[in-house]
């Protein structure tokens, strides 16, 4: 069984970063691209970033492009986002989310975790 457990949200002043993580488990994790998702307030859940565990090969949404870093440790089954520069746009509820394929192209598993909220404020 899939499973996807993020961690590291919080409040944040606009132009800090963060760290969000995500512990993957139930499939073979080298296997598979990773993605983050957000969804703000009223909004439809928006991909930000997605990384090809196997290639390392990434893709992100012209909306946070040099802001925003995906990675990912597959010794130890983690992907991280990190977010520079913070925005009050950026704040949303962060998901991680295992594809269907070893691609960055692969579409949404649908295996979302809980999700954690970022706030960006002063």
């Known amino acids: 069984q899939v499973q996807l457990v993020e961690s590291g949200g919080g409040l944040v002043q606009p132009g800090g970063s963060l760290r969000l993580s995500c512990a993957a488990s139930g499939f073979t994790f080298k296997n598979y691209a990773m993605s983050w998702y957000r969804q703000a307030p009223g909004k439809e859940r928006e991909l930000v970033a997605s990384?090809?565990?196997?290639?390392?090969?990434?893709r992100y949404a012209d909306s946070v492009k040099g802001r925003f870093t995906i990675s990912s440790a597959n010794a130890r089954n983690f992907v991280y986002l990190h977010i520079n520069s913070l925005k009050p746009e950026d704040t949303a509820v962060y998901y991680c989310?295992?594809?269907?394929?070893?691609?960055?192209?692969?579409?949404?598993?649908?295996?979302w975790g809980q999700g954690p909220q970022v706030t960006v404020s002063s």
């Open positions: 990384i090809s565990s196997i290639t390392g090969i990434t």
């Open positions: 989310d295992r594809r269907t394929g070893t691609s960055v192209a692969s579409t949404t598993s649908d295996s």
